[in-house]
Nanobody, 121 residues
Framework: QVQLVESGGGLVQPGGSLKLSCTAS????????MGWYRQAPGKQRELVAT???????NYADSVKGRLTISRDNAKNTVYLQMNSPKPEDTAIYYC???????????????WGQGTQVTVSS
C-alpha cells in the first residue's frame, strides 16, 4: 500500500517563507513525476508545480519566481519552498506522485491528504 503524507503547512505572513514536504512510502518500485496542486475555497484544484525524476520542473505562471519545487529521490520526498507568499496563495496544498509498485505494473497517480497553508498578517 502506498501513502503520500504532506507536512509543513500552517500560517505564514506575507513576505515570509514556508516549506512543504511530502513523502511517499510503501511498496514503491519507481516514481516518475511528483507535483504540488492546490485548492482554494470555492475554486477548482489547480497545478502549482511538477518535477520529474530527472529534475525537470514545470510551474504555474502565478507562482514562478516565488515558489520552488525540489525533490530527494533517495527519500521519495518532494518539497515546495514558498518565498514571499501572497494572500492569494492561501489554499489546501496536495502533493501527488506518478509511480509504479512493481517493474511490470502500470503507473498510477497517488495523492496526499492535503495540508492547509494560510497567508495572512
Amino acid at each position: 500500500q502506498v501513502q503520500l503524507v504532506e507536512s509543513g503547512g500552517g500560517l505564514v505572513q506575507p513576505g515570509g517563507s514556508l516549506k512543504l514536504s511530502c513523502t511517499a512510502s510503501g511498496s514503491i518500485f519507481s516514481i516518475n513525476v511528483m507535483g504540488w496542486y492546490r485548492q482554494a475555497p470555492g475554486k477548482q484544484r489547480e497545478l502549482v508545480a511538477t518535477i520529474s525524476s530527472g529534475g525537470n520542473t514545470n510551474y504555474a505562471d502565478s507562482v514562478k519566481g516565488r515558489l520552488t519545487i525540489s525533490r530527494d529521490n533517495a527519500k521519495n520526498t518532494v518539497y515546495l519552498q514558498m518565498n514571499s507568499p501572497k494572500p492569494e496563495d492561501t489554499a489546501i496544498y496536495y502533493c501527488n506522485a506518478d509511480l509504479k509498485v512493481g517493474r511490470w505494473s502500470p503507473q498510477y497517480t497517488y495523492w496526499g491528504q492535503g495540508t492547509q497553508v494560510t497567508v495572512s498578517s
